[in-house]
């Protein structure tokens, strides 16, 4: 298990973690097929190095350089987005509910009093208030376009 740890450059508590987790790599003379065991490490990243804490402190080194390399390699290749451009986005899309909140509560009070009780015409008028609110929510998508 050390040299699966060593050749995949990961701590050997995660290779032993994959191994009791059932990932069929392991073998009864002790060799481990490496394919799986990436393959089981990718998919359990996030939860490894949640957990990286209860590795010994040259393991955690390790693992937080790799986070980083990481974290750079998604970046230079595109896979990250800025964090100002998503908090923008997310202004925008508070500002276009709110219009559409503020809206709703300025028109659609005058067709219910127009409907004077009718409980029909108000089944009417909330239908086409929500139609309204799901277009709106889904114009909200444009800001997410890139």
Request: hydrophobic letters at 45%; a positive charge; proline letters at 3%.
């Amino acid at each position: 298990m050390r040299a699966a740890a060593a050749k995949l450059e990961r701590p050997i508590q995660w290779i032993v973690r994959a191994k009791d987790s059932g990932v069929d790599a392991f073998k009864a003379n002790g060799s481990v097929i490496l394919a799986p065991v990436k393959e089981w490490i990718e998919s359990n990243l996030e939860e490894l190095m949640a957990s990286k804490d209860e590795l010994p402190r040259k393991e955690q080194k390790l693992a937080e350089e790799i986070r980083r390399l990481q974290i750079r390699n998604d970046r230079d290749i595109g896979k990250l987005i800025p964090r100002a451009w998503v908090n923008e986005r997310i202004q925008r899309i508070a500002g276009d509910i709110n219009a559409t909140r503020a809206k709703s509560e300025s028109e659609d009070a005058l067709l219910f009093a127009a409907a004077m009780g009718d409980v029909p015409k108000c089944r009417v008028i909330v239908r086409t208030i929500w139609d309204r609110i799901m277009v709106a929510h889904q114009e909200l998508a444009k800001h997410l376009a890139e």
